[in-house]
């Protein structure tokens, strides 16, 4: 069974960092691409950030690009999101998601984490 | 960037009845579209892909249709535990898209 546990949430002030983490299991994790997927509470979705399974493809949406960076641990089983002058608007519930196959483009969001929570205030 | 309007943005329906969700996208995706089910406190589950393909274990009275730039997700004879939020979503190109939701609540 695939899981997915995002961590690295919390309270941040606008203009600094947080590093979000994901550990996966229950799948070959280098023969997947991965993505985040954010979500304001009582929202809906945006997609954030996917990158290939090798890392040799990455995709970000316009509202993170140049302050967001998403990267992966194929050793290490691990997805992460580092994200820089951090805006009020960038708090949401941050998922983890893998795709269908190695390619992020494919874009079909097949599991999800539960979420990791960020908040972004003075 | 692919625009998708979803709607209605939510309705009520009865434990039996027939549901139709409807999904616009701003230029031709060909079938690229998939849709996915929110309930409460849960992340999305991933139901249709390629607009009218089940993802496995999902339930036949869910179904999809449409390609181009018109999209429906259809639910038979709703259940109690199918009413939630949907979403629809393009796969089409990056950056990536959803629907801003169809909340399906009960009558």
């Known amino acids: 069974e695939v899981h997915l546990v995002e961590s690295g949430g919390g309270l941040v002030q606008p203009g600094k960092s947080l590093r979000l983490s994901c550990a996966a299991s229950?799948?070959?994790?280098?023969?997947?691409?991965l993505h985040w997927v954010r979500q304001i509470p009582g929202k809906g979705l945006e997609w954030v950030a996917g990158l290939n399974w090798n890392s040799g493809n990455i995709g970000y949406a316009d509202s993170v690009k140049g302050r967001f960076t998403i990267s992966r641990d194929n050793v290490k089983n691990s997805l992460f999101l580092q994200m820089n002058s951090l805006r009020a608007e960038d708090s949401a519930l941050y998922y983890c998601v893998k795709d269908v196959n190695g390619d992020y483009e494919t874009g079909r969001f097949e599991s999800w984490g539960q979420g990791s929570l960020v908040t972004v205030s003075s | 960037d692919i625009q998708m309007t979803q709607s209605p943005s939510s309705l009520s329906a009865s434990v039996g009845d027939s549901v139709t969700i409807s999904c616009r996208t701003s230029?031709?995706?060909?079938?690229?579209l998939n849709w996915y089910q929110q309930k409460p406190g849960k992340a999305p589950k991933f139901l249709i892909y390629?607009?009218?393909r089940l993802q496995t274990g999902v339930p036949s009275r869910f179904s999809g249709s449409g390609s181009g730039t018109d999209f429906t997700l259809t639910i038979s004879s709703l259940q109690p535990e199918d009413f939630a939020t949907y979403y629809c979503?393009?796969?089409?190109?990056?950056?990536?898209?959803f629907g801003l939701g169809t909340k399906v609540e009960i009558k």
């Open positions: 229950g799948f070959i994790f280098d023969n997947y691409a």
């Open positions: 979503q393009q796969s089409y190109s990056p950056p990536l898209t």
């Open positions: 390629a607009a009218s």
């Open positions: 230029q031709s995706i060909d079938t690229f």
